[in-house]
């Protein structure tokens, strides 16, 4: 073998800068390298004809030829030993010596002098050639070659070692963990195997690395072999620049590690924390399905549906039916767009569209745990799982749904990780769904509760038409304790109350509930409306300071609980017959007027302070109205609703009231009547948000009437029991003129019995009115300010029977302060 055969195949760590020395067969130096001199500061001449055995610092630690094998002599031998230098050094070194040819057959003269030392003859070398180095340098130069061997035997690590062209020079045969690969990378770039998209995307960054020298590390890229694009693997790539030792670059080296399961596990975890962010968003049950479906694709699936059981929507506890099955309503689905049209829908997954149908084999079920659906055709060898799989939603032992998810068939199949992923998420999800449900149920009780509390959203009487719009807040903090209320009143007048609570919830409706019966009450009363409130007001005093008293027979810690009793009312008393609104503000924004022509003003109502502020007056304020004027009442949550800003406010709201008047629901249909002023309502109100408000939007429409002067008579006479007769005979005639014949002879008797009683016990003047709207109201008025009692006569009692016959002749009947006395009042049906 020769030398160069022999360097070569040991991959000598010789090769390159190393000294060189050549020996005849008695081991005298011959021939000296001009590396050997600046090794050991020596000249050619120096050394020239001079045994080798003589630079040793310890000749004794040269091998002699009787100690090496046969083949150590004839292929060579390497070891270390310390030469002595021309600076008189010691210098450690390697060496390896090679044997240089076959002599002729007449042997060497003489003994040896040097070494080689042994035996020699025919067959023996002719020369051997010598070379060193220090032992430092040997020692790095074999790990170097170790470690570059090792490296491209890694069967966990991608290693391809590219030109300065970024073609293929070499690489290990684990440079992608999948098929797909050409038996011989040499020569080739990456886009000849890769899809052009991921050899993009890696050859910019290994140009990145040609270009300024920074080595790339750990950069993550999705890389998917033409002949497998639905397949590929994400690899963590790190590169570093090669270049030669006068600095010129000549290539790259790349190292590729595959990531995929551990990038796979880092989406799911960032999938988990974005499902569980999207579900614990809402406290609506349609809209926890929704957000679970879309934050499901494309991550985890192309098609996603979420089934809800029913009984979750009215906030009802699921429970299985005699048949074991659980009625479920398809309540969300989210396709993501794929290369090949829609996705299928899922199997399995089918639910009834007509509920009056008999459910189908899919449309209601229990279904237990995670189950891969059973695929339409056999999967192959490469499908790992299933395409698609169904997870319970179960919270409390109870069943709520469940969510499907399926895959396309481009995309790989799922894993036992990707079952895991969905029964975590589901679990998360049946937890947002049990508080949707709860807060649902509770949200309906209350809502059920304030709905209860007020009065229909339409109502029809002699003095007005009426129709309300009331949005509750759909906040976590529950409904509000808004109310409206319209109340009848004697001679054909009526009262419209707007008043809010401060607060939400079940606390704020009943404080609610109690603030509109006693207004009722109070209403009953004909009080006045600045009079009304000071009552109200009171009222609300007594209760804030019940409210701070602790209940000694319940929860200690009940009396710290905030109780709501604060409010803002708005009071208003509308008479047909004088076409004259009073009214009071207790706080509460000014009522809104719409007349016949569209102008929209504001009552410049003074408003006074805040139900439960005592000691402070309210003002009332009378205004006309004229014959089908808008009157508008209204909490703040509706003004809010337009903007922050108040002003702002009321000024969106009196343009919407104008646009929504003067439109042409209105306009085609003259003056309209209570169903034109409910759609009235809803236009002002459109375009709120009424999932996001922050109060309670209330909006009570009244359109105004008025009773025409020949629908009224009276008469004022002195306190004169002959005026009594002339009364009846007045009102008799104007009853035939009326055509109200029926009702001469009740109207009669009642007026003789009112009319007696005002000039006996108050005197006159008496003042006498008959009034013709939706009933026939007969007042008559006086100077007293005592309120007349009805009580059981005795048999033996001359008196005390007129009111008892009035109560049992009439519909209803009653009195009311006036500023000139009192009125009493009857009203009768008319036929």
């Known amino acids: 073998m020769s030398a160069a055969d022999a360097l070569h195949r040991g991959r000598s760590p010789f090769l390159g800068n190393a000294a060189g020395a050549l020996l005849d067969a008695n081991g005298l ?24 055995r003589d630079l040793l610092a310890d000749p004794a630690g040269w091998p002699s030829l009787a100690t090496l094998t046969d083949q150590q002599r004839a292929d060579g031998w390497s070891g270390e030993a310390e030469l002595r230098s021309g600076r008189g050094e010691a210098l450690a070194i390697a060496y390896q010596v090679l044997p240089l040819g076959v002599p002729s057959a007449d042997p060497p003269t003489g003994p040896p002098t040097g070494p080689p030392e042994g035996p020699t003859g025919p067959g023996a070398p002719a020369r051997y050639f010598v070379l060193a180095a220090p032992a430092s340098q040997v020692a790095r130069s074999r790990q170097d070659q170790a470690f570059t061997r090792e490296l491209f035997l890694q069967d966990r690590v991608g290693l391809a070692v590219f030109d300065d062209r970024l073609r293929l020079i070499r690489t290990n045969t684990h440079l992608l963990p999948y098929s797909g690969l050409p038996p011989d990378l040499r020569g080739r770039r990456l886009g000849d195997f890769l899809q052009p998209q991921d050899a993009e995307a890696v050859e910019r960054g290994l140009h990145e690395v040609l270009r300024t020298g920074r080595p790339l590390v750990g950069a993550e890229e999705l890389v998917r072999t033409i002949e497998d694009p639905a397949g590929g693997a994400v690899m963590a790539i790190s590169a570093f620049r090669l270049q030669a030792a006068d600095g010129q670059v000549i290539g790259v080296t790349a190292l590729f590690t595959d990531v995929t399961e551990l990038h796979r596990s880092g989406e799911r975890l960032a999938l988990l924390h974005r499902a569980t962010a999207a579900v614990g968003g809402s406290l609506s049950v349609t809209d926890t399905a929704e957000q679970l479906a879309a934050v499901l694709t494309p991550g985890l699936a192309d098609l996603v549906v979420v089934d809800v059981a029913e009984a979750v929507f009215a906030g009802e506890e699921p429970a299985p039916g005699r048949d074991g099955r659980l009625p479920l309503r398809r309540t969300a689905v989210a396709v993501a767009p794929g290369p090949n049209g829609p996705v299928p829908p899922p199997t399995g997954v089918t639910v009834q569209a007509d509920p009056d149908d008999p459910p189908g084999p899919d449309a209601s079920g229990p279904a237990g745990s ?64 049990d508080n949707a449900r709860r807060y649902t149920r509770e949200h309906r009780a209350a809502v059920g509760l304030q709905r209860s509390l007020l009065p229909p959203s339409q109502a029809e009487t002699a003095a007005v038409s009426t129709a309300s719009v009331y949005l509750p807040t759909d906040t976590a903090s529950g409904i509000g304790g808004d109310w409206f209320d319209v109340i009848p009143l004697s001679s054909a007048r009526v009262a419209l109350v707007a008043g809010d609570v401060v607060g939400h919830g079940l606390a704020a409706s009943a404080t609610m509930g109690r603030l509109r019966t006693a207004v009722r009450t109070l209403a009953d009363l004909d009080l006045e409306p600045d009079e009304l409130l000071v009552h109200l007001d009171d009222l609300v005093a007594q209760l804030m300071v019940e409210a701070e008293l602790p209940d000694e027979e319940g929860d200690p810690d009940d009396h710290q609980q905030a109780v709501p009793f604060g409010a803002t009312c708005v009071y208003a008393v509308y008479d047909p017959v004088s076409r004259r609104c009073a009214m009071s503000s207790a706080g509460h924004p000014p009522p809104a007027v719409v007349a016949p022509d569209g102008t929209v003003t504001y009552v410049p109502v003074r408003p006074g302070p805040p139900l439960g502020v005592t000691g402070l007056p309210f003002e009332m304020t009378e205004v006309e109205l004229a014959p089908g004027s808008l009157l508008a009442l209204y909490t703040d949550g509706l003004i809010q609703g337009y903007g922050d800003d108040l002003d702002q406010g009321m000024a969106e709201l009196g343009r919407r009231l104008t646009a929504a008047a003067t439109g042409p629901a209105t306009a085609a249909g003259g003056a309209p009547g209570t169903a034109a002023l409910r759609d009235l309502g809803r236009e002002v109100v459109a375009g709120l948000p009424a999932h996001r408000l922050t109060d309670d939007v209330t909006l009570l429409l009244a359109r105004t009437r008025a009773v025409p002067p020949e629908a009224t008579a009276g008469w004022t006479l002195e306190a004169d029991p002959a005026g009594v007769a002339r009364v009846r005979e007045s009102a008799t005639e104007q009853l035939r003129a009326w055509g109200l014949e029926e009702l001469v002879f009740t109207t009669e008797l009642v007026l003789s019995e ?78």
């Open 29 to 52: 130096i011959v021939g000296w390298t001009l590396e050997a001199e600046r090794l050991l500061a020596l000249g050619a001449a120096q050394v020239r004809g001079r045994p080798a």
């Open 370 to 433: 995670v189950e891969p659906a059973e695929p339409a055709e056999p999967a192959g060898p490469e499908d790992a799982g299933p395409p698609e799989m169904t997870a319970p939603m179960r919270a409390g032992g109870s069943l709520l749904g469940r969510v499907t998810v399926r895959r396309a068939a481009h995309r790989p199949r799922y894993l036992p990780a990707d079952r895991e992923l969905l029964r975590e998420i589901a679990d998360r999800a049946a937890l947002a769904l």
């Open 754 to 831: 009112l009319v007696t009683n005002a000039i006996r016990y108050a005197g006159g003047p008496v003042g006498v009115r008959l009034i013709r709207a939706e009933r026939l109201t007969c007042e008559v008025s006086d100077p007293s300010a005592t309120q007349p009692r009805m009580r059981r006569a005795r048999l033996t009692d001359e008196g005390g029977r007129g009111l008892y016959l009035v109560a049992q002749l009439t519909t209803r009947w009653g009195s009311r302060y006036t500023r000139q006395g009192k009125t009493i009042w009857a009203e009768q049906d008319l036929p």
